[in-house]
């Protein structure tokens, strides 16, 4: 077939009615379809999709094209930085000839643009503090945080109803230690109904917990915990706001920062509406270095994550994973993801061969193409493209030419990055820590109170049985809410009402419209 009927195939098969995104222009043997576009419809985003590729083959440029278009047309996004390469969005792109030139091939004028970014940090140091509470991550991510092998996850399992149960809020790691403290020594017996736990085993849950303070994970655990509504923002110009969590100062701690970034993806899921097909999607989540996310998860981890990829697209809510290749994500997971960019690969060893062809098999047949060897002719900002069309199919698998990011392709000074920080009205909101009363101080206020009980044990003996009840409707209801069957009946309405990966334990604001 020739480049005419190339041409027709591919303009045929990427023109969408409807507002999309533009990924780039065909390829065919080194020749670009000067009369055809490769696009993205902007409703299927919420379809989910992967960004895969060797390194330095243009991933990240990808992640910026896809960022900036999403902002002008009024979708916030969410995207991690390890390297500090994406703080360039906040700054509009240098030209040259060669992005002049790239911008021409794809059709476009090189229009040097500049984005609305808010800089968050894991560490405070690179942006706004993010913080989140012990309770609201739940055993299961708490557990992926510390490394937990099954039979110290059941433990930390444990605890956490235990604390449910009498109401004891886990809010930062001083609590949570508090709370180990007190069940392996003095408040033994008070695990008489669950089990109970060994003292070694709480020694090996303190000193993960150590080893997370000394990592700087004491930072993120506490309040005021972050508000995920506030990623769903718009600025006075309609343009989404472009949230960057900076972690190139927090890279060598992958399970960490994936945990959190699966914590924040889960409370989405957790908080906002069912809405079904928007016609543009609410927020699109970006999820770099996926891969770390899911090495060495257990099976519990990895059911969860599928659901959250499973469900959250009808809260209108897109998730892209970002990583070298397709087998890095299970398969329950990638069979979730309906738009994919497969930048170049490279098969230097026979493991290598095996991942090209695993890759090559993930892709629809093509009457132009030889996939696998297509994938290792790839140039850097290159790609091989399929996505779903707004009737769900896939379109034709096309080898594109990417287009330019219009913001600026590296990082913006540290300075900057600083003083952006610092002007975001996030900052008076999130900056400073706040430690109410929690577990820690309810333990120590019940041994005071068990103290001041025993001291005044005669003097309630004098008290006489009808002084002894209940006075009123009121404190009634308490003491049954207060009985056995009343605190289960409060516990399962706390696991229903607050979702699938642990309670929430602050204040929920009300919001006006962005």
């Known amino acids: 077939m020739g480049a005419t009927e190339f041409e ?19 390829l065919l043997e080194g020749a670009v379809a000067a009369d055809a576009r490769v696009r993205l419809p902007l409703g299927m985003m919420n379809r989910h999709g992967l960004i895969s590729g060797a390194t330095g083959t243009g991933k990240t440029k990808t992640l910026q094209v896809l960022a900036g278009q999403l902002s002008t047309a009024g979708v916030p996004v969410f995207l991690a930085d390890l390297k500090g390469d994406l703080s360039g969005l906040a700054a509009p792109g240098v030209p040259d000839s060669k992005l002049t030139d790239r ?29 989140a509470t012990v309770s609201s991550f ?70 993960k917990m150590t080893e997370l303070e ?45 945990t959190f970034m699966m914590w924040l993806l889960a409370s989405l899921y957790r908080e906002l509406p069912e809405i079904g097909d928007p016609e543009k999607p609410k927020l699109v989540f970006f999820f770099d270095e996926a891969h770390l996310l899911f090495e060495g998860a257990g099976k519990a981890f990895l059911a969860q994550i599928e659901q959250v990829a499973r469900l959250i697209r009808s809260k209108g809510v897109g998730v892209f994973f970002v990583t070298h290749t397709p087998k890095d994500v299970p398969p329950d997971v990638l069979a979730q993801l309906g738009n994919r960019v497969q930048h170049a ?7 290598d061969e ?36 707004p009737r769900g199919t896939p379109t034709p698998v096309v080898a594109t030419l990417l287009a330019p990011p219009l913001s600026l392709m590296g990082p913006i000074p540290p300075q900057d990055l600083e003083q952006r920080a610092a002007r975001s009205p996030w900052n008076a909101e999130y900056a400073t820590a706040v430690d109410r009363e929690s577990a820690r101080e309810q333990l120590m206020a019940r041994a005071q109170g068990a103290a001041a009980t025993v001291a005044a044990a005669p003097a309630a003996s004098r008290r006489t049985g009808a002084e002894a009840e209940p006075k009123s ?19 399962e309405l706390v696991r229903g009402i607050f979702g699938v990966l642990g309670i929430r334990t602050g204040t929920r604001r009300r919001r006006s419209t962005w």
């Open 103 to 131: 911008a021409k091939a794809v059709g476009i004028p090189f229009t040097p643009t500049a984005y609305p970014v808010e800089f968050l940090s894991l560490t405070g140091k690179q942006g706004i503090q993010l913080r």
């Open 214 to 258: 000394q990592q700087g994970a004491d930072r993120f655990f506490g309040e005021p915990e972050f508000e995920v509504e506030d990623l769903l923002r718009v600025d006075d110009q309609g343009r989404g706001v472009l949230c960057v969590l900076e972690l190139s100062d927090f890279q060598d701690r992958p399970a960490l920062f994936s």
């Open 138 to 207: 739940g055993p299961l991510l708490f557990a992926r945080a510390l490394g937990l092998n099954e039979t110290q996850q059941s433990v930390l399992a444990l605890v956490f109803k235990f604390c449910d149960d009498k109401g004891l809020l886990l809010l930062d790691l001083a609590d949570l230690k508090a709370v180990l403290q007190h069940l392996s020594g003095t408040g033994a017996a008070e695990l008489a109904d669950y089990g109970g736990m060994s003292k070694p085993t709480v020694g090996v849950l303190l000193r």
């Open 473 to 491: 409707v009121v404190e009634q209801l308490g003491k049954a809410l207060g009985s056995p069957a009343g605190r289960s009946l409060q516990r």
């Open 8 to 26: 027709k195939v591919m303009s045929e098969g990427y023109a969408f009615p409807g507002a999309s995104l533009l990924l780039g222009a065909p």
């Open 345 to 351: 690969l490279r098969a230097f060893t026979p493991d």
């Open 354 to 389: 095996k991942a090209l062809r695993a890759t090559a098999n993930t892709f629809p047949r093509s009457q132009f193409y030889d996939i696998p060897k297509t994938l290792t002719s790839l140039g850097i900002g290159e790609a091989l493209v399929t996505v779903l069309s």
